[in-house]
């Protein structure tokens, strides 16, 4: 079988994707990595419950099936970017109202609320559009911050709740946390500081952008390399090089000339010498 599938191979091309080309491949390996565990790492699973194993017994069919833990089809709308859904979604499916009936699309949307969370790190209080399940979480890791610092991107999913966990983790790595209160800032980052090992400083400063965001920081960075140097100032630095360098170029002939006529004065009988009283 290998061998008939070997040709077939031979016509079949990578999809080309953004990190191949463009901006996005000079983009730094550290903001690939936060990429990576936000759109590529297999979440959680929220809406159903993962069976264990390879095979189950169907006691309606009297026999062995294989455990099939296929993902609900979830749609990710732009309003989950502006809060903190707990890693839920609009569930996409279908529901039949009669046995004769046929079946119509049916879209299952999470409760959400308007709630207010407070991170201890950052010393704020936000409003913002929480689920129960974002609540529940919340309570389980002992606080705001916990939850965001021990959740990977693809859990959180939303932008809102993966900018935060950046500005806590920079706050942590420069401890700018509680300017006024130095008590209160080395009892809180003694709190949060092992959360520091599993990223450098670069990482920190890649996670949670966006990736429109990271093209305009890696732009930013690199302007002062690529702005046009101006003709006028090109040839204006060429021009006063080779001044300069024929300058020194006439003082060394100089030099040279006023060196060889004395020494052939010193030899000419009828060179004209100073007068002497």
Request: hydrophobic fraction near 35%; charged fraction near 30%.
């Amino acid at each position: 079988m290998s061998v008939t599938k070997l040709p077939n191979r031979l016509y079949y091309f990578p999809k080309p994707n953004r990190w191949q080309n463009g901006i996005g491949a000079e983009l730094p390996e550290a903001y690939k990595k936060f990429w990576r565990e936000w759109k590529l790492q297999t979440p959680t699973a929220v809406h159903y419950i993962p069976e264990e194993g390879k095979y189950k017994w169907d006691e309606n069919r009297q026999m062995v099936l294989p455990v099939q833990n296929i993902p609900l089809p979830l749609k990710y709308p732009k309003q989950l970017d502006y809060g903190i859904w707990g890693g839920e979604a609009i569930v996409q499916g279908f529901r039949k109202k009669g046995k004769y009936c046929r079946r119509v699309a049916k879209f299952w949307v999470p409760t959400l609320r308007n709630s207010v969370v407070y991170s201890e790190v950052l010393n704020k209080y936000m409003k913002t559009t929480v689920t129960m399940r974002t609540i529940d979480l919340i309570h389980e890791h002992y606080g705001f911050d916990h939850y965001l610092l021990k959740t990977p991107a693809c859990d959180l999913r939303s932008l809102l709740a993966v900018k935060l966990k950046r500005e806590i983790l920079i706050a942590l790595a420069d401890k700018t946390l509680y300017p006024d209160d130095p008590e209160k800032r080395e009892e809180v980052y003694n709190k949060y500081k092992d959360y520091l090992s599993a990223y450098t400083r670069e990482e920190i400063d890649w996670y949670g952008l966006s990736y429109k965001d990271a093209t305009k920081k890696w732009i930013a960075m690199k302007a002062p390399s690529l702005e046009p140097e101006p003709f006028k100032i090109k040839y204006r630095s060429e021009l006063i090089a080779k001044l300069k360098a024929a300058k020194i170029a006439e003082a060394a002939y100089a030099e040279v000339e006023e060196s060889s006529k004395s020494w052939i004065s010193k030899i000419n009988p009828f060179s004209k010498t100073p007068k002497t009283e």
